[in-house]
């Protein structure tokens, strides 16, 4: 564990994590223990339920979860297990349910998780048993709340509130139009990703690599016009320069962009007119599916009259995070070299990748440095 420690070192002799925590399917396990089963993190985007009787099976690290949008309209999120022998309950996602009915031997739970039939359980044609009680035998529930359209889930159960967790952040953007924000009408963009998640938040939180790999970003939002972010729990970069294409309503004029890694698996980027996040979802050390959405201000948001700036915006986006990939794979390939060490930061440009190292080495158990 030694390896961690140099991660907590001052920046300009810090280490990055060791390769084997890109590389290694235990130190996927660790992970999940300690860094996705101890907080927060976004499981899903709620629009993807959107009617009452909508069911989404949320495979989240390899903890088989259940979402469910009730006749009352709310989320409610279970451990996809039956309570009977086990059966992973939905397998795929469903429209228009009222029940949740297990395949194996039928016992059927209501939308709230409550168990309702158990068919045949004291012999055939009686569906009581002596000493059997439904009340004791619902779906296991999870602790899940929403910010947006994010579906976040706290495997832990003692994790703060969500709202006291976003709050350092909902403070800094105080500025940007969140209230008003609202799932934009575009398709998702969904990539797959050969590396490990690490490198797409560690990429995403510096701008540094932005005149190589991103040319057309970087005329219309330089390098030179971007400044650090360093949160608790969140890093990233902002612009004071971003130039908007104008295409759709915007909340003012202030040319204001930042990017925020919401630490473990959200990449957000805040903009007067438009709003997005990406959400990981770490499949295999070596493997992570990124899904992204769209957000516009109301007027913009759905409207037929925007369809054209929305793909337009939607594709420009697509365009950018698609430049990333070549390197962050190329990040992951490198971490299987003997020679990686962890690498280094440059101490004025990768203060907001240090600061995410920083806080999964700490997760991760490192010791203070000597
Ligand atoms: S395992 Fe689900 S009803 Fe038996
Ligand atoms: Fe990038």
């Not at 039928?106 to 059997?132: C, M, N």
Request: hydrophobic letters at 40%.
């Amino acid at each position: 564990m030694n390896d961690l420690a140099s991660v907590l070192r001052p920046i300009e002799t810090a280490r990055g994590l060791p390769g084997r925590c890109y590389t290694e399917a235990s130190a996927l396990d660790e992970e999940r223990r300690r860094i996705f089963g101890r907080g927060w993190f976004c499981i899903a985007f709620a629009s993807d339920l959107a009617a009452p009787g909508d069911l989404m099976p949320v495979d989240a690290m390899g903890t088989a979860l259940l979402l469910v949008r009730t006749g009352e309209g709310d989320i409610r999120c279970f451990h996809n297990v039956c309570r009977h022998r086990g059966v992973r309950l939905v397998d795929e996602p469903q429209r228009g349910r009222t029940a949740v009915r297990c395949p194996y031997h039928s016992w059927t739970y209501d939308l709230e998780g409550r168990l309702r039939a158990t068919p045949h359980i004291g012999g055939v044609g009686r569906h009581e048993a002596p000493g059997f009680c439904k009340g004791d035998r619902g779906l296991v529930p999870v602790r899940a709340a929403m910010w947006l359209d994010m579906v976040f889930a706290d495997l832990s159960g003692a994790a703060p509130a969500l709202e006291d967790w976003l709050a350092p952040l909902l403070a800094r953007w105080r500025h940007f139009p969140l209230a008003r924000y609202r799932p934009a009408d575009t398709e998702p963009i969904r990539l797959r990703l050969e590396a490990n998640w690490k490198l797409a938040v560690e990429n995403y939180c510096e701008a540094y690599h932005l005149p190589w790999i991103h040319p057309e970003l970087n005329r219309i939002s330089p390098l030179a016009d971007h400044y650090p972010i360093v949160g608790a729990a969140f890093s990233g970069q902002g612009s004071h320069c971003y130039a908007a294409r104008g295409e759709l309503p915007a909340a003012g004029d202030r040319p204001l962009a930042e990017y925020v890694a919401l630490y473990p698996n959200l990449l957000l980027g805040a903009h007067m007119d438009h709003f997005f996040a990406m959400r990981l979802d770490p499949l295999a050390p070596d493997l992570t599916a990124e899904d992204a959405r769209l957000w516009c201000l109301e007027a913009a948001a759905g409207a037929p009259a925007y369809a054209g700036a929305r793909d337009r915006l939607r594709a420009r986006w697509q365009d950018v995070f698609g430049e990333d990939v070549g390197v962050v794979e190329r990040m992951q390939q490198g971490r299987r070299s003997p020679a990686f060490d962890g690498g280094c930061f440059s101490p004025v440009m990768d203060g907001p990748s240090h600061a995410f190292h920083r806080w999964a080495a700490d997760r991760l158990g490192a010791p203070e440095p000597a």
